[in-house]
């Protein structure tokens, strides 16, 4: 559990800068807005890198112990804690965490690259740079949509602000389900012919 929470960790936040790094591009110039944006990426990087201050954090919110919201943020309060456990084994070392961070940022850079192909290849004239923030923003909504892989809520969201540069949204959607099949189909494939040769391994050895 505690390689998966540190990994959606890095993933929203190297999704946040890229949003932020787009955001004038997409709604024009909102001060407010992309103060808030950095707050919320300054406060993960500091969480990132000093994980016993998530609970403290969080106890800005103890008048919800009081209220009929109470069970929740019992809950909620039980997943921090966990969670700044789990986060404080990779904090130590800051130099892997640092490392962790890059990696995923080039990681989720391959895959705008990825989609970019796939985005060309329908007609959709967008430079990597203008993709960039539309990919991340839409890929932020389907991370706390909570669907398996953010599915219908991404693809809404890429294809909306698709639309909101010029593009038609028919296209948007498009665009997002062939990428979601080409990737489908990538993986699947790597993992069919991993479990086949594990099995063929096994057979050989048994």
Do not use: C
């Amino acid at each position: 559990l505690a390689p998966l929470m540190v990994e959606r960790t890095l993933d929203v936040f190297v999704l946040l800068v890229f949003s932020a790094f787009g955001l004038r591009l997409l709604t024009g110039e909102h001060p407010f807005l992309l103060a808030g944006i950095a707050t919320v990426i300054a406060v993960l990087l500091l969480v990132l890198f000093k994980p016993s201050i998530a609970p403290k954090l969080f106890s800005l919110f103890s008048f919800l112990a009081a209220s009929p919201l109470r069970n929740y943020y019992a809950r909620a309060k039980a997943v921090i804690k966990s969670f700044a456990e789990s986060l404080s084994a990779y904090s130590a070392d800051r130099r892997l965490l640092a490392s962790l961070l890059a990696v995923t940022a080039l990681i989720w850079l391959f895959e705008v690259a990825a989609f970019l192909l796939v985005v060309r290849a329908l007609g959709i004239p967008l430079s990597y740079l203008q993709l960039l923030p539309i990919a991340a923003v839409s890929w932020l909504v389907g991370a706390f949509s909570f669907l398996p892989g953010g599915i219908g809520a991404r693809d809404v969201a890429f294809s909306l602000l698709l639309a909101s540069a010029g593009h038609p949204l028919a296209l948007g959607i498009s665009a997002s389900f062939v990428y979601r099949g080409v990737v489908y189909f990538v993986l699947g494939s790597a993992g069919v012919y991993s479990f086949v040769t594990l099995a063929a391994h096994s057979t050989k050895n048994a």
